[in-house]
């Protein structure tokens, strides 16, 4: 253990870091990478700035210790202790605010639990499946542009409060439209691993259209129906009659807690031509929220909860076609700070339709 004007840094392992000042308070921050000047996460989820520069002073494995760089008075010891404690009581308040908000912006009759296992023994199926009903799952996407994600840049999900690392979508730079592939590994975009690859998602024959798909096979290149890949599902964008974005969503239905099996082997088939069918019990249509007037502001706006803190062409919510509650959303997507953006998920979509359909905001361009 190194020690540094009475703040202790324990090891390190992967991207997690423990932190304890001289009273035994002990505090859990993350980082993004491992360099010589890091920056906690937490600063940017915080209403408060915390810089901490750290030196690496002991490597073994994954395991590295860093040491405080901090040659400043007594009074900047005291100061290190308070920016600890502010920390910890500010990202406690901020996330009971945002509890608490989004749970009164909701149907006051529902009951929403607020959904983030610590321990996922499946991630695949986890990231799939449906969310459970009556849950919401809270989470933060990242546009990663270090290094090599400069020109195509990396988007990664993590849970909101603990920060845990959920999935990873890269542009693949050999294909002139925006296919992506999605990955629980943050480094491995292999398409072609089973392991770590959980869909792919893939520019439309319709113009400004997507299809997000799992792991299987191009039905061009396999004659196995049972190795074909599955069709999670499709997103459409169009403009509407005021000229703004409008969005269309089209997934499985979910019946007894299952959703409706796609393996389309032709473009005659699939989600959007099943929802093409006269009523089609099936398939589920979701839309974008319209935005409405305000004549105070002289604008077009969407009621968001605190979650969405910024103004951005990104921002959008999601509902059943059909819904009468203004208050209720099943996807709420936005802005809350510089490449940063939070995402709230309900039933019945799958965490991976929800990234999947985040990730196609920034690659569509409505003329």
Do not use: W
């Not at 019946?255 to 089609?280: E, T, V, Y």
């Not at 004549?295 to 062409?313: D, G, I, M, W």
Request: proline fraction near 4%.
């Amino acid at each position: 253990m190194q020690t540094t004007n009475g703040i202790s840094i324990l090891q390190i392992k992967n991207t997690q870091v423990s932190v304890c000042n001289n009273k035994k308070k002990e505090e859990l921050i993350q980082f993004d990478q491992f360099d010589e000047d890091l920056i906690p996460k937490s600063k940017l989820f915080s209403p408060m700035n915390v810089n901490l520069n750290l030196k690496c002073v002991e490597s073994y494995g994954n395991n590295k210790i860093y040491d405080i760089n901090d040659t400043g008075p007594n009074e900047q010891q005291n100061k290190s202790d308070q920016l600890l404690e502010q920390l910890n009581s500010k990202q406690k308040m901020d996330t009971s605010l945002q509890q608490v908000n989004v749970m009164t912006e909701r149907l006051n009759n529902q009951n929403l639990i607020f959904y983030a296992p610590q321990y996922i023994p499946d991630v695949q199926q986890f990231l799939t499946s449906p969310v459970p009903i009556d849950k919401i799952v809270q989470c933060t996407l990242i546009k990663n542009r270090k290094g090599f994600c400069n020109f195509y840049p990396k988007f990664e999900l993590y849970f909101s409060e603990s920060l845990k690392f959920l999935c990873a979508a890269k542009r693949q730079s050999t294909k002139r439209k925006s296919n992506y592939v999605i990955s629980t590994n943050a480094e491995n975009f292999n398409s072609n691993n089973k392991s770590v690859c959980i869909g792919n998602l893939k520019y439309g024959t319709a113009e400004n259209s997507f299809h997000l798909y799992d792991n299987g096979n191009d039905p061009n290149k396999t004659d196995q129906l049972e190795t074909t890949r599955r069709e999670y599902a499709v997103y459409f964008y169009k403009k509407s009659s005021l000229g703004l974005k409008s969005i269309n969503v089209l997934i499985p239905s979910v019946i007894n807690g299952q959703p409706q099996d796609f393996k389309p082997i032709s473009q005659n088939q699939g989600i959007s031509k099943a929802f093409n069918q006269s009523k089609n019990e099936n398939v589920m249509q979701l839309v974008s929220r319209p935005p409405t007037f305000s004549e105070e502001k002289n604008a077009y706006q969407l009621k968001f909860t605190q979650r969405v803190r910024s103004a951005s062409n990104k921002n959008f919510i999601l509902i059943s076609n059909n819904q009468q509650n203004d208050e209720e959303f099943l996807i709420q997507f936005g802005k809350c700070g510089e490449e940063y953006y939070n995402l709230d998920i309900c039933h019945p979509l799958s965490i991976l339709q929800a990234f999947a359909l985040c990730i196609t905001q920034f690659e569509i361009k409505l003329e």
